[in-house]
């Protein structure tokens, strides 16, 4: 049997997509992992029922694997989890009402859980994070410079980095390429080639948009529960 | 017939590991005894902290300790072979017909007689070493009983010391506690290259402080005890750093107990 | 023109001296100062106030910011419980002695200058903390110089001197998205750049004593190393006075960092 990975991100609090793309699974052969990166949460619907669902899955759910995303940070840093620092979203000119709605969009039952997600999981060839290698907040795209794409992957020394910021479905294969190091220091002068490895960053959707992976033959698939698609900017209920 | 070998020589000329591998060859019934070495004008003796008896007997499972014998095991076995270790300076005269007269003395506290008497650069059965002609030497030690070192801390101490940062080392030696519970034997001469760094047979569980023997002693010219000290104390494990470094050692050796 | 750049002070007065004659000598007039002006050396004040006097641009290396900003604030990660236990003490030490006037121009120091391509910092264009080694990675000490908007990146923190030329660089790309087109290939052709390490003023750790600093010449693009010998005995001396831990002193004299790591493997059994 090749078990593949179901990978999704970007629910912000809907439980009826949620079980919505649970269902989806279902119906698909094969599929034994399910990950979620971040943004479980958002402030424009009351999150805790997902939460919940997420803490403490159904008989039949596919067991979510979650880390932090980007709101679950914000939440955090308001919180005081993360030392001094000011949530990044104050920075909007509407920064503090959406601050407001995210706090009242989460029940402070979840905190302790939402802090102790990781930042990615990173584990022999793969990484799976929510935005970049060095920020949970910057977003890799197939647009990215492939220079800095590269080096994300270096930080993490992976082969396949998943991320799901951006909310883009794509895959960036670095398929060539080379570069020449000369060094000099006090003892003495040196040259070395180096190629680019092959390596790629997968872009795996947010919301309605998710993607089905198999590590063993290393095919995508880029899918879409059906209803509606992207996130919702319904208001509470 | 039991036979009773002295072996004496110089500091780090090699008799220890001489008789780590004679005896090792041996196989059999054998008994080992460090006395204290002979004085001699300016030089001082190193320490007898017990090391070398605890690094044979680690090594040498069957070997008796005779630095207190009981009436028992002195009597004589068959083919016990004993092989007894001293420290002395300077070669026996070749008109000697017995060992130094303040080893003697120590011998016939033992009653015991040695059937040959060996010394290093002298005796061709013994290996030749580079020994060092001593004019002056000044000796040094520390109980370090229940201290454990941080593992990359010794190593960065160990290097200052025989380099010279704490005066000229010409000899040291040590058993040192780590924190998974292993005990090394570490071995420096100045004439030999490179230090020995060598793993005791035995491994105490990693609960708490080891109560076996543990201790340092050096032997050089214009020593810094003060320096030296410091620094110890400095790469030693206080209680709480110890229980957080052994604690995961202790989980992990659990979770491999078997569950029926 | 040619222009001076120095690194890594650590308060070694003596050592900051002979390398100001030698830039002096050579008729240099701009010079750049990568922070860590002070950290385990006994002459943090002096080191300050001759780089005030200078008026050398600086920018705040690690130990700048962590007297500044006190050993909570530290990133840094010592190799062993010894190593950090003198860090600690070298830090305690240097913040009681220097003054607040000197702490003040330390917490204003920029965390990195630039005049035109070129770019000046301490660790790297990311953190005070980040080691550029010679042999990290070459597309990403390259992304470390493209992405601050940089073809020359001055850099030092590692205490080991070294130019390195990153060139004739591209990447190949295949992109697919979702839906049934067929993936898109790239190139992206990489631009040349140039990593240059200072070194170390104040405690050379490349296997000699001298301190070392480059000169670059920002028309023909040439960096040339420069070690310079100066009274190693007198720094000694002076830490030995300042009450600081005397085998600082015997460390500095073998050309070994105050706080290293390990230098005999670490329990293994030998050869003999």
């Known amino acids: 049997m090749i078990e593949r990975w179901a990978l999704v991100s970007g629910l912000c609090g ?34 805790d029922a997902l939460l919940m669902r997420l803490r403490q899955p159904k008989r039949g759910d596919l067991q979510p694997n979650c880390i932090y995303g980007w709101w679950e940070e914000q939440l955090l840093v308001d919180y005081g989890y993360r030392g001094d620092q000011k949530p990044d979203v104050c920075n909007d000119p509407d920064g503090a009402t959406t601050m407001r709605h995210l706090r009242e969009a989460v029940s402070q039952e979840h905190l302790n859980w939402l802090s102790s997600l990781q930042f990615g999981f990173i584990e022999l060839d793969y990484g799976l994070i929510h935005g970049s290698s060095a920020d949970v907040g910057v977003p890799l795209q197939e647009t990215t410079s492939p220079l800095i794409l590269l080096d994300r992957l270096t930080r993490l020394d992976v082969n396949r980095l998943f991320t799901a910021r ?9 398929t060539g390429g080379q570069i020449q190091s000369k060094v000099k220091d006090h003892a003495g002068e040196g040259q070395s080639n180096q190629a680019v490895p092959k390596r790629s960053v997968i872009g795996i959707g947010s919301g309605a948009n998710y993607t089905v992976y198999s590590p063993a033959s290393d095919h995508i698939k880029f899918l879409s529960v059906a209803g509606r698609s992207g996130r919702s900017n319904l208001g509470f209920g | 017939m039991q036979q009773i070998w002295l072996i004496t020589g110089p500091p780090g000329c090699g008799k220890t590991n001489w008789i780590r591998e004679t005896l090792l060859n041996h196989g059999g019934s054998c008994a080992y005894l460090r006395l204290d070495g002979t004085s001699h004008g300016g030089l001082e003796l190193g320490h007898n902290a017990g090391i070398d008896r605890s690094w044979l007997m680690d090594q040498i499972p069957q070997l008796e300790d005779w630095s207190e014998p009981t009436s028992d095991s002195q009597l004589s076995s068959s083919d016990r072979f004993v092989l007894i270790e001293a420290q002395q300076f300077s070669a026996p005269k070749p008109s000697a017909d017995g060992p130094d007269p303040e080893i003697k003395q120590q011998l016939d506290r033992f009653n015991l007689t040695p059937y ?80 020995q760094f060598l793993p005791l047979q035995s491994v105490v569980p990693p609960t708490g402080r080891p109560r076996r023997r543990s201790h340092l002693v050096i032997q050089g010219k214009d020593l810094i005890p003060s320096g030296i000290e410091s620094t110890i104390n400095d790469c030693l494990l206080s209680d709480d750093v110890l229980e957080l470094q052994q604690a995961p050692l202790r989980d992990q050796q659990s979770n491999l107990q078997p569950t029926f | 023109m040619a222009h001076a750049v120095i690194s890594c002070l650590h308060a070694n007065l003596a050592a900051f001296e002979a390398v100001l004659d030698d830039i002096d000598q050579q008729g240099i007039k701009t010079i750049t100062c990568l922070g860590d002006l002070v950290g385990y050396g006994p002459q943090p004040n002096e080191v300050v106030e001759l780089v005030r006097q200078r008026a050398i641009p600086t920018c705040q290396g690690c130990w700048d910011e ?16 010894l190593a950090e236990r003198r860090g600690h003490q070298a830090h305690h030490w240097t913040a009681n002695c220097l003054t607040d006037d000197n ?10 200058l630039r005049r035109d391509k070129l770019l000046f910092v301490h660790g790297s264009p990311n953190s005070q903390h980040e080691y550029l080694l010679p ?42 998205q979702s839906g049934s087109e067929p993936a898109r290939e790239q190139e992206m052709t990489l631009p040349m750049c140039r990593i240059v390490n200072a070194g170390s003023v104040g405690e050379p750790r490349h296997g000699s004593t001298k301190a070392t600093y480059v000169v670059h010449d920002d028309v023909s693009g040439e960096v040339s190393i420069r070690e310079v010998n100066y009274d190693v005995a007198k720094t000694c001396q002076a830490i030995v006075e300042a009450g600081l831990p005397e085998v600082f002193a015997w460390r500095l004299s073998h050309g070994f960092e105050y706080a290293g790591a390990p230098k005999m493997p670490a329990m293994c059994a030998s050869d003999d």
């Open chain 1, 166 to 174: 951006s909310g883009r479905q794509f895959r960036l294969q670095l």
């Open chain 2, 116 to 195: 040959r008497m060996l010394h290093f650069g002298v005796d061709p059965e013994l290996p030749k070493q580079d020994t060092l002609d001593f004019t002056r030497l000044e000796a040094w030690h520390l109980d370090l009983q229940g201290c454990v070192w941080d593992p990359n801390s010794l190593s960065s101490f160990w290097f200052e010391l025989v380099n010279g940062a704490y005066g000229d080392v010409y000899r040291a030696k040590a058993l040192m506690n780590m924190p998974d519970g292993r005990s090394f034997f570490c071995n420096w001469m100045v004439s030999q290259s490179g230090s």
């Open chain 3, 135 to 176: 042999d990290m990675n070459a597309f990403a000490a390259l992304e470390r110089v493209e992405t601050a908007g940089a073809e020359t990146l001055f850099c030092g923190h590692t205490h080991q001197p070294y130019v390195r030329e990153l060139s004739g660089g591209s990447i190949r790309v295949s992109v697919q």
């Open chain 1, 14 to 47: 809907d439980l009826d997509l949620y079980e919505r793309i649970q269902s989806d699974l279902k119906k698909q052969r094969d599929i034994a992992d399910l990950f979620v990166l971040g943004d479980l949460i958002g402030p424009d619907r009351n999150c």
């Open chain 3, 66 to 81: 962590d007297i500044i900003d006190g050993l909570n604030a530290c990133e840094c990660s010592y190799p062993s419980q």
């Open chain 3, 103 to 112: 702490k003040a121009f330390l917490a204003q120091l920029p965390t990195t």
